[in-house]
């Protein structure tokens, strides 16, 4: 089982910026795929962003695109995401994902095994 470590949320005001990333421990399989969800108080976990390790194709929410940025570092087997134009809606919980994809879109929490232990996002004035 690969382990996930995230960093680099915290607070922000409207408009602002960060960048979050997330270490997997081992190096991961070309089947691989990464992505980021998050849970605000009171709802579901939802899909924000992945990629495929096997072609780099991305994927987003249509809540974020525009906004976020999710990109792979070959060697230091890490994925980031770069948020920003960040709004108050965007304050949540923020957890990196990891597994084996063989087609289709990783959008789902199913499409993943592996989880890091959540990072908090507030976007507040």
């Known amino acids: 089982q690969v382990q996930l470590v995230e960093s680099g949320g915290g607070l922000v005001q409207p408009g602002g910026s960060l960048r979050l990333s997330c270490a997997a421990s081992r190096r991961t399989l070309i089947r691989y795929v990464m992505g980021w969800f998050r849970q605000a108080p009171g709802k579901e976990r939802e899909f924000v962003a992945s990629m495929r390790w096997s072609d780099r194709r991305t994927y987003y929410a249509d809540s974020v695109k525009g906004r976020f940025t999710i990109a792979r570092d070959n060697a230091d087997n890490t994925v980031t995401m770069q948020m920003n134009s960040l709004k108050p809606e965007d304050t949540a919980v923020y957890y990196c994902?990891?597994?084996?994809?063989?087609?289709?879109?990783?959008?789902?929490?199913?499409?993943?095994?592996?989880w890091g232990q959540g990072t908090q996002v507030t976007v507040s004035s």
């Open positions: 994902a990891g597994g084996s994809n063989f087609g289709g879109a990783p959008t789902r929490t199913t499409d993943f095994s592996s």
